[in-house]
Structures are given as structure tokens and as C-alpha cells.
């Protein structure tokens, strides 16, 4: 669970995502809807946020990650988790055939950010 902060209300936001990748405490997120996430381009304005991981709440810094880091990513993602991977991309609007080729594109298009420790 991502907390952030309302960019125009300034109001308490919460959301829930799936984590890509957990690397100790840092964690990898794709915004699946694009940049027109309302919780994406609140991080866009206020990077420093909390999240709640299990029982665990860690103090964060976002960074989003280049497209090439994304395309990264999901190829790892598809790797580990291939029938998500293809469910996830055709849910999302790309060619779920689940080639290395389609993987690319998603990560590529899609806005995945980067949660490190404070």
C-alpha cells in the first residue's frame, strides 16, 4: 500500500498495488493504467511517501524509472510469473502472446517506479 498525499487537495491517499519486484526494502511498481493514474501523478508531485508492506511501514523516495529500467523489469517480471505477465499485459491493452518482444513494449509504455528507503 502506497500513502501518499493529494496533489491538488493536499488530502491523505492511500492505494493499493502489486509489487513487482522486492529487492530487501526497496520495491519496483508498474502504474498498469499509465501516467493518467491519479496515484502515479501524485507521486509525480510529492516523491516522499510511506508504504506498508506486510506489517512493515517504510519512509520512501519514488523515482520513475527510465523505459529502459522498465523494459527490464518486466522481462524479470514475465520470467518469474509468465502466465500473469501475459494476463496482465492483454488486460492492459498490448499482445498478451507472451514473447520477449511484447514484454518490451509494455514495460517501455508503461511507468514503473522505484521505491528506496529515506
Known amino acids: 500500500m502506497i500513502n501518499h498525499v493529494g496533489r491538488v487537495s493536499g488530502m491523505a491517499r492511500r492505494v493499493v498495488v502489486e509489487v513487482v519486484r522486492r529487492d530487501g526494502d526497496s520495491v519496483v511498481v508498474c502504474s498498469g493504467f499509465g501516467e493518467s493514474s491519479q496515484w502515479f501523478q501524485n507521486l509525480q508531485a510529492q516523491p516522499d511517501v510511506s508504504i506498508v508492506i506486510g506489517c512493515r511501514q517504510l ?31 492483454g488486460y492492459m491493452g498490448f499482445d498478451a502472446d507472451g514473447s520477449p518482444e511484447t514484454f518490451r513494449e509494455v514495460g517501455h509504455a508503461l511507468p514503473f517506479i522505484r521505491f528506496d528507503p529515506r
Do not use: I, K, Q
Not at 80 to 85: D, I, K, L, T, W
Open 59 to 89: 519512509d520512501v523516495h519514488a523515482r520513475r524509472l527510465s523505459p529502459e529500467e522498465g523494459e527490464n523489469e518486466m522481462l524479470d517480471y514475465a520470467g518469474r510469473h509468465p502466465s500473469a505477465a501475459r494476463t496482465l499485459a
